[in-house]
T-cell receptor, first 116, second 114 residues
Framework: EADIYQTPRYLVIGTGKKITLECSQT?????MYWYQQDPGMELHLIHY???????EKGDLSSESTVSRIRTEHFPLTLESARPSHTSQYLC???????????????FGQGTRLTVV | AQTVTQSQPEMSVQEAETVTLSCTYD???????LFWYKQPPSRQMILVIR??????QNATENRFSVNFQKAAKSFSLKISDSQLGDAAMYFC???????????FGKGITLSVRP
């Protein structure tokens, strides 16, 4: 069973509010990812990290920001939520000191965000 | 840049029958990895099967097997004896190198008819 956790699972929030989506993994993985996915649609990579203090923008432009101060923690922040941010956000992690090359990515259960 | 293409947005299969989901990719790397992920409705994404490019033998996991054609850059997933629980969205993914990120296809929605 994958040890990667996202909180909250569901969030309904008003426009203009600041929110932080939490993602933690206990597998010691170096790489972590944030994907945005509308229901039944493709995954869009919005942020990724190769390790502590390493973050990069993904393929889809996003107004969100991320930080990687600890290996196990990769939070995503929206300073001012808007209805266009309504979506599902998936966190994933892969790779580590003991992981074989080409090891799989493990996904969290996702956070379904609704901005009203 | 690497790309992964899943050209079929939806497929349907009769329970107990076999279905094949297609995936093609483009890369200039010689050593890489390919994955099929399953995302059931409102549930967590999980790995179905994994293939190393340097292995000629096609990967198999119970009812799931792949047809890996390296020269053609094709990586299809075959599901045998389809079950109702196989209904989900399936994503093909590519990864290479120590610091590469996974590249996903657009996914295909598979429905299973009872």
């Amino acid at each position: 069973e994958a040890d990667i956790y996202q909180t909250p699972r569901y969030l309904v929030i008003g426009t203009g509010k600041k929110i932080t989506l939490e993602c933690s993994q206990t597998m010691g993985h170096d790489k972590m990812y944030w994907y945005q996915q509308d229901p039944g649609m493709e995954l869009h990579l919005i942020h990724y990290s190769y390790g502590v203090n390493s973050t990069e923008k993904g393929d889809l432009s996003s107004e969100s920001t991320v930080s990687r101060i600890r290996t196990e923690h990769f939070p995503l922040t929206l300073e001012s939520a808007r209805p266009s941010h309504t979506s599902q956000y998936l966190c994933a992690s892969s790779g580590g000191a003991g992981a074989p090359r080409g090891s799989e990515a493990f996904f969290g259960q996702g956070t379904r965000l609704t901005v009203v | 840049a690497q790309t992964v293409t899943q050209s079929q947005p939806e497929m349907s299969v009769q329970e107990a029958e076999t279905v094949t989901l297609s995936c093609t990719y483009d890369t200039s790397e010689s050593d890489y990895y390919l994955f099929w992920y399953k995302q059931p409705p409102s549930r967590q994404m999980i790995l179905v099967i994994r293939q190393e490019a340097y292995k000629q033998q096609n990967a198999t996991e119970n009812r799931f097997s792949v047809n890996f054609q390296k020269a053609a850059k094709s990586f299809s997933l075959k599901i045998s004896d389809s079950q109702l629980g196989d209904a989900a969205m399936y994503f093909c993914a590519y990864g290479a190198g120590a610091n590469s990120k996974l590249t996903f296809g657009k996914g295909i929605t598979l429905s299973v008819r009872p």
